[in-house]
């Protein structure tokens, strides 16, 4: 026969927290508690293998369900000395969902469960008061609503304006000023509804409302919120929530009751200390409402919390003491369980308990979700307490989470309202005046102003705005539209693609609230918000602890961690961040601003090559001085160099007045910058005349970079610096195209270090790896490249035919859909794109066994993706300044996963060995 | 010691025709007459080897060249009963290059060496005639000429200038005109220029000038202009060219001397009949040249040319006899010589011979080019007549000429100069009046005008005009533009990409031609070219013996070979052609006209799916009616239809007028209408919202398409065919998109079936492999669907990155560098888009070994792409139904060349086993 249900309770529970798959987090961890002789209710759990059971045969439970409940339950009525239905001495139970993965809210409980009106009768006979018949009827009306909202599927409606009626005709307002009275009264009433909604009497067999709760609740694994809840968090490979069904045990009974939450540490700074809230003679949802205030637990945070409140000393021990004060003796217990339950789990705890009639019960305990803060300092000190090795501290952190702390953030105590939602596409947070256009951008700052720059969408002609600006805010592209790349690499603060802002000239309204330049709001990049007015800010709480965390992880970690950089100041980020190099510096970023684009555009619409190659000259010693910081910021570590990248037209301007400015700084028609621009306009630019395609057409172009990368590199290794190119050729889809480009540049260094006898530069060339074609036929390119750089963000364009301008629209779809669970670019769509990598990797590696492989897309920066590129066996990532730490910390723990799963896969061949 | 000469002359030469890899075609195939006992000058040939070792060694000649050289000389002193520089009875020698592949005109050649001073005064002193001395002067002067050119790259103009200024201060305007004492002051005039120019005397010694020449031949083989040419013509593999030193005859010798060149059938109609020119006291060039009108050199047809010229009998007599008449003896060994080497060659022959002083020699046979009419024809004939087999004759064909038979072509004896060349995009001639617009077009064809329209390029608006338009002009665009691809399914001429084209409202101009609204030109779509005017056209010649050739083709070919039709007047085209089926049916063809364009465009304009659904309700019955016909003319052959693919905004006006138009018919602001199709717009279209995105996003699209499809099918079913509708899903990139489209559409169709009990409908649904994604994780796919079509234009787009819109620019420089030898939108990229479909193949059968796979991009029609189809063992190839012969041709000669290559391989293995 098999094991269903699992009872938990004296002397000793028959699951462990080992059993989290087939019991679910909570029940496995009730047992436990049991198991460490914590006070808990007793109670069973039913097994997440009758959910798959329930839910593939659409609603049976399996035949030995029936006794195994019966068998447990006389247990828990042995223990806790009721019965079960027994009107003198009624036991009742609560019945919670409870998965393997936290779901909150998504599934259904049903509380109070056993009380008929017989019992109720009974138990009112039996405590007169009319404090136990407020707290009897109230149950009983609560139970009747709960059983008819979750059991019968009937909503809550009309039990809600029952209450509210009665309140209405009583002249209260809240439900606890109703008399008991009128408490029995509706139960009755309630009794009614309740035949009228379902067309049956109320069930008063307990055993009968026990297995319909059952039920309901397997049949809330299925419904749609849970299913959508599932999809979202990407939960898959469960088989279903376990049910818990527990003794009640009520903290609203008397003023000796009581019911809390608490936290082994602060999860908001990690602080060792023990934080909670309580409230006396309440229930849990209470604590959770906020109707009214909770209590701290602790005398020292009670005192801290009365000062800041402008709470006198009398007033707060009659009204808010602390549990230290107001119970002793549980409180001395709690700060016991604490002590044991974070010695036995080794994380922080999430607690929630309850104090009936001076006796307290443990109801819950799992590890707590805290902030990135919290997270890092809890892992830090447990390893310094003992508890736990830097191994297990490095793969508990989110690395995700490691981003927040580099950035400014909304004051979280700040209770502020988003007026709407966007991407996060740069975390952190801003508050600004709106302006509307780059140059407004520059101005503003320049008269001293902080603004935020609200576009359509960006193009490299806002950059210089997007610089000037402290936050910027897009209607239009996703994750990795221009604006999100961009600022991600400015660590500048970004919301993209809120669609529903509409523009209209020099100001914007989103839901109702209209803006005019000049108007302040914030905006939240790393959750997606946008606020009216200003929001009070917080400071990165980049400290020392984190700093030790991250040396760990360099300890442990074997790919490497480079940073994309196109600018000296961007480099320095770099440096002081922890990249091992520059994985990536776009050279078209340098020809922005002044007189640079102006060289470009002169370049652009040059007739013939001289004209090209007089216009270039102009920008080479700018862009040789560019090179020269970056090398120098970067000491020896390695820089990788793309060469000129994005098709010409990004470079030349678009609008009549601009393109009439040019013409009269060129001293030619307009009409023919017209003509010419026009001329450059493609259908469809991503697949069109960039990358190695320019450097083919107009080979003058790459000289001019390859020489100024040569004549810094030159320029710098006269410090005495090691300097290390590596010149990056994009967009290679075929061997032929990197052997051309690549002649090219070996002809054009030659020539420059030919003409300094004595001096020598360690430069290689390789390729990007982004167009399908180049993965597919990787063994061919390898034949010509010192080294392959994955860009991931074409190869997921062309790979899955997704123009990441244009995707947003139907890739929000998709997700909805579970067709693309995650945005394939933010995080790699590993079966797709990353089998055109591991394609490439292999035959690339066919032809070089030690080529020298990376990825320099925004994917670089995301902890899923680390993995997969650690596995894959590429030698490093790169992602933009601010994402290092985090790739650090992935990186490192991808590394200690390989230890594990190699040890675990050890122990599974030496077991096997053995039989 | 190795052998690097080879003589050919009496008794035997020491080549033969199998030896055209070291011969060159030229050498092997004069060593073949000389071996059949037909008269040839003798001679020798230095190999290829040579030429290579010349290559390679940046100009050296192998030492045993010399001796090899001068043993053979000898060999042709003897025969020819003369010495090489003997003055009394000199030997001269052509010099001629020669490789395995044909180049006509890109190597060098020298003639009449040999000569110097003292053998023109020694010969002059032994002929001493006017006539004689004429002849010889002539000669020398020619050699001076080619030999400084040739061998001192010196250039002729100032030869040329010499001979201009002679003729004028003569007052003569032929070079026959001047005298033998003009031509020997020439001769010592010749012979100071060439110490001017070249700085040294003219070589007198005969040895010197020959080794000159032969260095000279080799080092043509790597000029600029022949590398251009075999990078062009995707010659490769070859070792170089080979030099052919052979004997000189003269035809302008006397009166009983001539030249000539003959095609043993006729090259234009293959007509077995002796076909050829010649012209008495003349050399080779002469008769190419022509300065003088050629004889005929059969009876019958000078007879018949002297009619077609109004040439009376006593002046053809007197001045243009035939051979056959002037020299009878010479024609009667000429027909022997033909019948001989069509015999022996099998294949119809191109000869050049020369007849001096009576006596006739072969200068060169070689395998005829010839039209498709003439390659149809005389492979079929030589069947007939025992020559070769019917394998053999399908495989002479030339499939991508078998489409010249299919279209209108501009006669070829219009004697037209092109004033313009674009791309070949869709062949065919058509004459008609200038238009600019779908528009006009649609209206002057109304009005009973032929017209050809004009367009910078064309969009889905222009269906209809393109359809009004007997031809399409467009300035960009590349082969596979829409202009192109709508063309060439339509079977209309179109030339396109013309970028020297500049439009001007209602004109344009092209190089200094200007063409107003209603003037004439002519385009041929073939070749690619525009005239100016009306130019002859000639009907297609799709005759009884194309028919049985074809016939032939279907019995050997394994590939099933479909036509992409659209309407029901492109499948009747297709199954009169012999397609097997439709492998692509473009539903969104159907939505253009009349009101089905504007129910179309109420549908993406309206604000919700209710609005879509009315909107589609008002398509459906005209989609299910185009459906009903097509099925019924493609009887029980299977029709794959693709659900819509474009992007909503192609089917949109984006012109104001038009839009205004829209607004008000559908009864809303033209704001409105303006607004959303602005927002419609997309940076990237190719990888935006289309194919399957839209069924995803819009599945009442794809259900109407489905019910229309399903109810056609159960229509055209009560009629007795077998309706077997194969729903085709595009742009799938991963399983779950198919698997959801599947999903819908199996629901759509069973609704319609249960609707009607009894009624069954065989359909099937599968998917385009056009996104790499789906081509890498196909063994995914596979798992939802029936079969694969690949798209492979878009899977090249996407697997090479290159719009098909705007590479045209990069990829000519791309063709010119030879990175992409060829077109990867004509020819399929065998090597990268090719290993897409490797893999998919590998994969999606690995899952269902019988998977049905074809292919339905532009590239079906393609000859090279239809062998790598049949080899990489896809079921069939679909293309536009002109192409379906061609196509049929090309998966015949795919099948016999596996089975050749299984013999050659199986022999192979023979051998080893004896060893």
Chains 1, 2 share one sequence.
Not at 103 to 114: K, Q, S
Not at 170 to 176: I, L, P, T
Not at 507 to 533: N, Q
Request: hydrophobic share 40%.
């Amino acid at each position: 026969m098999s094991k269903y249900v699992y009872f938990f309770g004296s002397p000793k529970a028959e699951g462990d927290r080992s059993m989290k798959q087939l019991l679910g987090g909570k029940g496995a961890n009730l047992a436990e508690m049991v198991n460490l002789g914590i006070p808990v209710p007793p109670g069973f759990t039913i097994t997440t293998e009758v959910c798959a059971i329930y839910t593939a045969t659409k609603g049976k439970l399996p035949d030995e369900v029936t006794a195994q409940v019966k068998a447990s339950l006389a247990r828990v009525e042995k223990e806790m000395k009721r019965k079960f239905g027994d009107p003198s001495n009624p036991l009742l139970f609560s019945v919670r969902s409870g998965a393997a993965a936290s779901m909150p809210g998504m599934m259904d409980t049903v509380l109070n469960l056993g009380l008929n009106t017989a019992t109720v009768d009974a138990w009112v006979a039996r405590r007169p008061s009319d404090e136990s018949r407020h707290f009897i009827y109230d149950s009983y009306r609560r139970f009747i609503t709960m059983y008819s909202d979750v059991v019968m599927q009937t909503g809550r409606e009309e039990y809600e304006e029952a209450i509210t009626h009665m309140k209405k005709s009583r002249g209260v307002k809240s439900d606890a000023d109703l008399t008991s009275d009128d408490l029995k009264k509706l139960c009755d009433e309630y009794l009614v509804l309740y035949q009228k909604k379902t067309g049956g009497t109320f069930p008063q067999d307990p055993m009968q409302q026990l297995f319909a709760a059952v039920n309901a609740v397997f049949r809330s694994w299925s419904n749609h919120r849970a299913e959508t809840y599932r999809r979202l968090n990407h939960i898959t490979g469960l088989l279903g929530t376990a049910v818990n069904i527990q003794a009640m045990v009520f903290g609203n009974l008397n003023n000796t009751s009581a019911t809390g939450v608490a936290f082994s540490r602060s999860p908001s700074d990690g602080e060792n200390f023990f934080y909670g809230e309580f409230l006396i003679n309440a229930q849990g949802e209470d604590v959770v409402a906020g109707i009214r205030t909770p209590q701290q637990i602790g005398k020292v945070l009670s005192l801290k919390w009365a000062k800041e409140h402008n709470v006198s000393e009398m007033e707060r021990l009659k009204k808010f003491p602390s549990m230290e004060e107001a119970m002793p003796e549980c409180y001395r217990q709690l700060c016991d369980i604490r002590g044991n339950l974070e010695n036995h789990f080794r994380d922080m705890q999430d607690i929630e308990f309850t104090v009936e009639s001076g006796r307290l019960w443990m109801l819950q305990c799992r590890n707590a979700k805290r902030t990135a803060l919290a997270s890092i300092k809890c892992a830090h000190d447990m390893v310094g307490e003992g508890l736990i090795t830097k191994e297990e501290a490095i793969l508990r952190l989110d690395p995700n989470q490691i981003d927040h702390l580099m950035h400014q953030q909304i004051d979280p105590k700040a209770a502020m309202k988003p007026i709407g939602k966007g991407l996060a596409a740069s975390p952190g947070a801003a508050v600004g005046q709106v302006v509307f256009s780059a140059t407004d951008a520059m101005e503003w700052h320049a008269a001293g102003k902080k603004v935020i720059m609200v576009r359509l969408e960006t193009s490299p002609e806002d950059l210089a705005g997007m610089n000037a600006a402290t936050g910027i805010l897009t209607v239009r592209g996703g994750m990795t539209s221009h604006a999100a790349v961009v600022a991600r690499g400015m660590g500048k603060c970004c919301v993209s693609g809120c669609g529903d802002i509409v523009l209209n000239g020099k100001s914007f309204t989103l839901h109702g609230h209209t803006f005019k330049e000049g108007e302040w709001i914030s905006i939240d990049g790393t959750r997606g918000l946008i606020f009216k007015g200003k929001a009070p800010l917080v400071d990165p709480s980049f400290k020392g602890v984190f700093s030790t965390v991250l040396g760990w992880c360099k300890q442990y970690k074997r790919l490497g961690v480079r940073a994309n950089a196109d600018t000296p100041k961007d480099s320095e980020n770099a440096v002081t961040f922890g990249a091992e190099g520059v994985g990536l510096c776009r050279t078209e970023h340098m020809f922005f601003g002044g007189a640079r684009i102006d060289a470009m555009r002169q370049m652009i619409l040059a007739e013939n090559e001289a004209g090209r190659v007089k216009a270039l000259k102009a920008v080479e010693p700018l862009q040789r001085s560019d090179f020269i910081e970056i090398f120098k910021s970067m000491g020896n570590r390695p820089v990788t160099i793309r060469l000129l990248d994005p098709p010409l037209h990004e470079f030349v301007p678009h609008e009549e007045k601009a393109q009439a400015d040019l013409a009269a700084k060129m001293g030619v028609p307009v009409a023919f910058v017209a003509q010419r621009v026009r001329s450059l306009h493609e259908e469809n630019p991503m697949l069109g005349h960039r990358g190695c395609r320019l450097g083919i057409s107009y080979p003058e172009i790459y000289n001019m970079q390859v020489r100024a990368i040569i004549e810094a590199a030159i320029e710098v290794g006269k410090t005495g610096l090691v300097v290390n190119p590596e010149i990056m050729i994009p967009l290679v889809g075929k061997r032929e195209e990197l052997e051309f480009t690549k002649l090219q540049a070996i002809k054009t260094a030659e020539a420059v270090l030919a003409a300094r006898p004595g001096v020598k530069v360690n430069y290689t060339i390789g390729t990007m790896i982004e167009v399908p074609r180049a993965a597919i036929t990787a063994d061919e390119i390898a034949k010509e490249a010192d080294f392959f750089s994955f860009g991931t963000n074409d190869l997921t364009q062309m790979g899955c035919g997704f123009s990441r301008d244009d995707s947003a629209v139907f890739l929000a779809r998709y997700a909805a859909l579970g067709i693309y669970p995650r945005d394939p670019f933010q995080s790699l769509d590993q079966e797709g794109v990353g089998e055109l990598i591991r394609i490439a990797i292999r035959k690339g590696r066919s032809v070089k066994p030690l080529l020298k492989i990376g990825i320099c897309g925004e994917h670089g920066g995301d902890p899923r993706t680390i993995l997969f590129c650690h596995k894959v066996g590429m030698n490093y990532v790169s992602c933009s300044p601010f994402r290092v730490p985090t790739a650090i910390v992935a990186a490192a723990q991808a590394a200690l996963l390989e230890v594990e799963e190699a040890t675990a896969a050890r122990k599974k061949l030496a077991a096997g060995s053995k039989l």
